[in-house]
């Protein structure tokens, strides 16, 4: 009789709902016991319109907001179950085949300490809806345990990086542009210790205000492939206005959102001005370009390999301003990494639920700031 075989692998799935707010990206993948992953599956879901504006809406203080928040969660615990049905039935899996669904929920205030001195983070997400809906066990707010810790809760996707993109003997940055956008600057694993602190932190915006600016003007969610913007000019006035937020000069640890880069925010620095709008549109294309390219000069020179994911990977007007922006720097999309850009931000949740199960840390001190490394998340029992 042949020998019992030993589970191969463990199989997970992460969703992330982020903060450009265009929907829920899912994947499912198997880990090996050494933590490299393998996604074998990919599914996404657009926000229904009412719960898209109502998350929205969250975003800034207003009426019954714990009534419409719990709504909201149950809304969007019901969005979750559905891709991870759609990732079960595409990859052949029963539900009792997964270890776990790392559920990020979807950020309607971030507010580190030096915000305004509150100190938390909020994820809406009804943990244990998705639980029962699903049949999995759920790892839900994973932030909160870091700023409990000292530290920003954001962003926690640089360990992952590190994990999936990192090199032996050359240092490789990071980039996601999400609604915000984050970058990674991640040592060569041979460095020596003294010069192998990762460092990670939040630009500024990436596509948020663009897709604000784009809905407005265009009646559409976004700047399909930056075409809009890349026909326009940009305004010199109006990018020094907005280059001078004193966010962009801040050492890290350093995290934003939407509770500073809003829409009135723009308006704000836009004032009375009469610019044509598709040339504010490539203005902030250029803030969101310049921001990154000017973080990653003044923290890692010496990088030659940018990597970008996130939907802005897969505007061109980005990347080739990127590229114009970091001369001997090659830009590449993660795609050419061995994962599409709109997969890695959940591939991330998926290992960092993989983390919290096996009481791993998934923050990095060096990045988030937090007093130490800590096991993030709440676990909800299927
Ligand atoms: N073909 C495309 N051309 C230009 N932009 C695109 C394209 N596809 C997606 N995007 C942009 O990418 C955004 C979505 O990116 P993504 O899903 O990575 O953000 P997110 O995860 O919600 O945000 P965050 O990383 O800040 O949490 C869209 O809102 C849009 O602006
Ligand atoms: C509070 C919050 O939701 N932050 C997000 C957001 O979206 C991009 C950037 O701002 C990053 O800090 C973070 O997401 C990724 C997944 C992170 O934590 O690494």
Not at 32 to 41: E, F, K, P, Q, T
Not at 135 to 149: E, H, T
Not at 295 to 307: C, D, F, R, V
Not at 318 to 338: F, K
């Amino acid at each position: 009789m042949a020998a019992a075989t030993q589970q191969p692998h463990q199989r997970f799935i992460g969703l992330m709902s982020g903060t450009s707010l265009d929907g829920v990206d899912g994947v499912i993948a198997d880990f090996s016991d050494d933590g490299r992953l393998a996604v074998i599956g990919h599914a996404s879901a657009d926000f229904p319109a009412p719960l898209r504006a109502e998350l929205m809406a969250l975003n800034t203080p207003g009426d019954n907001e714990l009534h419409r928040a719990a709504l909201a969660g149950n809304g969007l615990a019901r969005l979750y179950a559905g891709v991870v049905a759609q990732l079960l039935a595409n990859t052949g899996t029963a539900p009792d085949a997964v270890a776990a669904i790392g559920a990020h929920g979807q950020t309607v205030r971030h507010r580190p300490l030096e915000f305004d001195g509150t100190g938390y983070t909020l994820q809406i997400n009804n943990p244990s809806l998705l639980a029962e809906l699903s049949g999995i066990d759920v790892v839900a707010d994973f932030r909160s345990r870091d700023l409990a810790a000292g530290g920003q809760g954001a962003p926690l996707v640089p360990a992952f990086h590190q994990a999936l993109f990192a090199r032996p003997d050359a240092p490789v940055a990071v980039l996601n542009l999400g609604g915000i956008s984050n970058l990674s600057l991640l040592p060569a694993t041979r460095a020596p210790a003294s010069t192998a602190t990762l460092l990670g932190f939040d630009c500024g915006p990436a596509n948020a205000l663009m897709d604000h600016w784009c809905q407005r003007h265009l009646g559409q969610p976004f700047d399909k492939g930056g075409r809009w913007a890349a026909s326009g000019r940009v305004l010199p006035e109006l990018l020094a206005r907005l280059q001078a937020e004193p966010y962009f000069a801040k050492a890290p640890p350093k995290s934003t959102g939407r509770d500073l880069f809003h829409p009135d925010w723009l308006a704000g620095h836009l004032g009375t001005a009469t610019w044509a709008p598709v040339d504010v549109q490539a203005t902030l294309a250029e803030l969101t370009a310049s921001t990154c390219a000017a973080a990653l000069q003044s923290y890692q020179k010496e990088s030659e390999l940018l990597i970008v994911c996130g939907g802005g990977a897969l505007n061109g007007h980005l990347m080739d301003r990127l590229r114009a922006l970091l001369p001997g720097v090659q830009v590449q999309a993660s795609s050419e990494h061995g994962l599409p850009p709109q997969q890695v931000e959940a591939a991330a949740f998926a290992w960092l639920a993989r983390r919290t199960l096996r009481r791993e840390p998934g923050n990095l001190a060096s990045v988030t700031g937090a007093r130490g490394a800590r096991v993030l998340g709440a676990i909800y029992p299927a």
